[in-house]
């Protein structure tokens, strides 16, 4: 179809460097707390998340609240203080960005952009986003199908930026244990049907710490190419989503079991293609 002319004919993106992570080759493992809430907190969880094997690490500083009265993010200087942390641990940093007019400034400190939920059908923002030479982490909406979050995908494509990334981060379902629906059929869905990298978001994904490494190993089977968690080392001081932050020893026990596991996933892929 013409309207997914760069998503489904399966283009070879060739692989890029993000500091010495090698996207389309290295697993990504995004690890970091959800805000950035004071410039010594990030640079210790960077520290913690380069210390228990992330590779990038992820702080928001402009937060998309469902109330207006919660904590929105420290802006401009929350960039600044994540900047930081890249630069002590020479791990690349992401952070999201919820407006256009925020996106000049925004690549000045960072070195991915993440396309929040909220914002996976924001047309102008991803128009925007397709005329920069930076990674674009898209994540899918509350309740986009997996055409419509690849239409979302296409606009940052056709703008010239194929450094695309997409995000599974659950879907909005009847179910009301968990914070949303972790959708793993779209990650071996996207897999067939394009050559686009996807992670997974299991903190969002299922809002519920317990689940996390579960799903987070449960997404690498379905051939995820990495992960994205929430690591707070105060998660009961946490600013927002305190809930679903790991701590850094659990985010580390996952980072190994997970290396553990897509070498068992390339060793059955292989043996597939031998067959």
Same mark, same amino acid.
């Given at each position: 179809?013409?309207?997914?002319?760069?998503?489904?004919?399966?283009?070879?993106?060739?692989?890029?460097?993000?500091? &010495?992570?090698?996207? *389309?080759?290295?697993?990504?493992?995004?690890?970091?707390?959800?805000?950035?809430?004071?410039?010594?907190?990030?640079?210790?969880?960077?520290?913690?998340?380069?210390?228990?094997?992330?590779?990038?690490?992820? *702080?928001?500083?402009?937060?998309?609240?469902?109330?207006?009265?919660?904590?929105?993010?420290? *802006?401009?200087?929350?960039?600044?203080?994540?900047?930081?942390?890249?630069?002590?641990?020479?791990?690349?940093?992401?952070?999201? =960005?919820?407006?256009? /007019?925020?996106?000049?400034?925004? =690549?000045?400190?960072?070195?991915?952009? %993440?396309?929040?939920? /909220?914002?996976? %059908?924001?047309?102008?923002?991803?128009?925007?986003?397709?005329?920069?030479?930076?990674?674009?982490?898209?994540? #899918?909406?509350?309740?986009?199908?997996?055409?419509?979050?690849?239409?979302?995908?296409?606009?940052?494509?056709?703008?010239?930026?194929?450094?695309?990334?997409?995000?599974?981060?659950?879907?909005?379902?009847? &179910?009301?244990?968990? /914070?949303?629906?972790?959708?793993?059929?779209?990650?071996?869905?996207?897999?067939?049907?394009? #050559?686009?990298?996807?992670?997974?978001?299991?903190?969002?994904?299922?809002?519920? /710490?317990?689940?996390?490494?579960?799903?987070?190993?449960?997404?690498?089977?379905?051939?995820?190419?990495?992960?994205?968690?929430? =690591?707070?080392?105060?998660?009961?001081?946490?600013?927002?989503?305190?809930? %679903?932050?790991?701590?850094?020893?659990?985010?580390?026990?996952?980072?190994?079991?997970?290396?553990?596991?897509?070498?068992?996933?390339?060793?059955?892929?292989?043996?597939?293609?031998?067959?």
């Amino acid at each position: 179809m013409e309207e997914l002319k760069y998503s489904l004919e399966k283009l070879h993106f060739n692989t890029y460097k993000i500091k &010495e992570l090698k996207i *389309g080759r290295d697993f990504i493992i995004i690890g970091g707390p959800c805000s950035i809430e004071s410039e010594e907190q990030i640079i210790r969880i960077g520290k913690l998340i380069k210390k228990y094997g992330g590779n990038v690490i992820r *702080g928001g500083a402009f937060k998309p609240r469902t109330s207006p009265y919660s904590f929105q993010g420290l *802006g401009m200087k929350g960039l600044e203080y994540l900047k930081e942390a890249g630069d002590i641990t020479g791990l690349p940093v992401i952070t999201e =960005v919820l407006d256009v /007019r925020d996106l000049e400034n925004a =690549v000045k400190y960072v070195d991915m952009i %993440q396309v929040g939920a /909220r914002n996976a %059908q924001c047309y102008s923002l991803l128009k925007e986003l397709g005329k920069i030479d930076i990674p674009v982490v898209l994540k #899918n909406g509350l309740n986009t199908s997996i055409h419509e979050w690849l239409c979302s995908a296409e606009y940052i494509l056709s703008g010239g930026n194929h450094k695309v990334i997409l995000c599974e981060r659950g879907i909005r379902t009847s &179910e009301n244990y968990t /914070r949303n629906t972790m959708d793993l059929s779209a990650v071996a869905a996207i897999k067939y049907l394009t #050559n686009l990298p996807i992670i997974t978001d299991p903190s969002h994904g299922t809002g519920k /710490r317990e689940l996390i490494e579960k799903m987070s190993l449960s997404s690498i089977m379905a051939g995820s190419d990495g992960i994205m968690i929430e =690591v707070h080392d105060y998660p009961e001081k946490a600013l927002s989503d305190g809930e %679903q932050a790991l701590l850094p020893k659990e985010f580390g026990a996952i980072v190994s079991k997970s290396a553990s596991l897509v070498s068992v996933r390339e060793k059955l892929y292989q043996e597939d293609n031998i067959c």
